[in-house]
């Protein structure tokens, strides 16, 4: 079945770029997405990338997609002591989800 | 809309007793799911509905645990008996769909279990 990867830690400085990598097996993903979820609280959407796209921008974050390696990755620039949390790399088929095992960002100041 | 809404956002029960958590999905959403998330397994869906009707309960892990949705506003989650392992963050999430390959998941705040 469909496999998602990620590194299970990440720590960074105030104001330092954060990279969080995520890789996945499905070849006929369509969209890729990310959600955050903060302590003591839910998933929620951060972005999705559709599949014919190399990269989205959105204010500090940017979404990278190589879809030869099936390997995405989000990028948080000047990172904040707020975007601590966990970061799930997500694909999905149909109305299913399959759900990396999120990244914990530590944000140190 | 008040998005996803769990309750209660905490159960403290003992090893043997019943226990039911309750979701209300967002208005007009069609699909629903239930989610149990653990540090040794991370997030793991149990169940999910389509339009009141159970699609997939593979990940549900035994007999002991039940999930319903009576109508489109309403979806309980039943273990009985409970176990210690049972403890988790229990997530009920919600969608619509579009008619198109995107699918976003909206997810309430968790139900966090203590079976002591």
């Known amino acids: 079945g469909e496999d998602v990867e990620q590194s299970l830690f990440l720590s960074v400085r105030e104001g330092d770029s954060s990279v969080i990598n995520c890789t996945y097996t499905?070849?006929?993903?369509?969209?890729l997405y990310w959600y955050k979820q903060e302590p003591g609280a839910g998933l929620q959407l951060l972005t999705y990338?559709?599949?014919?796209?190399d990269m989205k921008q959105d204010q500090r974050l940017t979404v990278l997609l190589n879809k030869k390696d099936k390997h995405l990755s989000l990028r948080i620039a000047d990172t904040q002591t707020g975007d601590s949390a966990i970061y799930f790399c997500?694909?999905?088929?149909?109305?299913?989800?399959?759900f990396g095992p999120g990244t914990r960002l530590s944000v140190l100041p | 809309d008040a998005g996803v809404i769990q309750s209660p956002r905490h159960e403290v029960t003992e090893m043997g007793q019943e226990v039911t958590l309750r979701c209300k999905p967002i208005?007009?959403?069609?699909?629903l799911f239930w989610y149990r998330q653990t540090m040794m397994r991370g997030l793991e869906l149990l169940i999910y509905?389509?339009?009141?009707?159970?699609?997939?309960d593979s990940g549900m892990p035994e007999d002991r645990f039940s999930a319903k949705m009576p109508n489109a506003s309403f979806s309980t989650l039943k273990i009985q008996p409970s176990e210690p392992r049972d403890s988790a963050v229990y997530f009920c999430?919600?969608?619509?769909?579009?008619?198109?390959?995107?699918?976003?998941?909206?997810f309430g705040a968790g139900t966090r279990l203590s079976v002591l």
């Open positions: 990338i559709f599949s014919n796209m």
């Open positions: 997500a694909d999905n088929y149909g109305q299913n989800f399959v």
């Open positions: 999430a919600s969608s619509l769909f579009s008619g198109s390959a995107k699918n976003i998941q909206y």
């Open positions: 509905f389509n339009n009141n009707v159970p699609i997939d």
């Open positions: 208005s007009g959403h069609d699909y």
């Open positions: 499905d070849s006929s993903s369509t969209y």
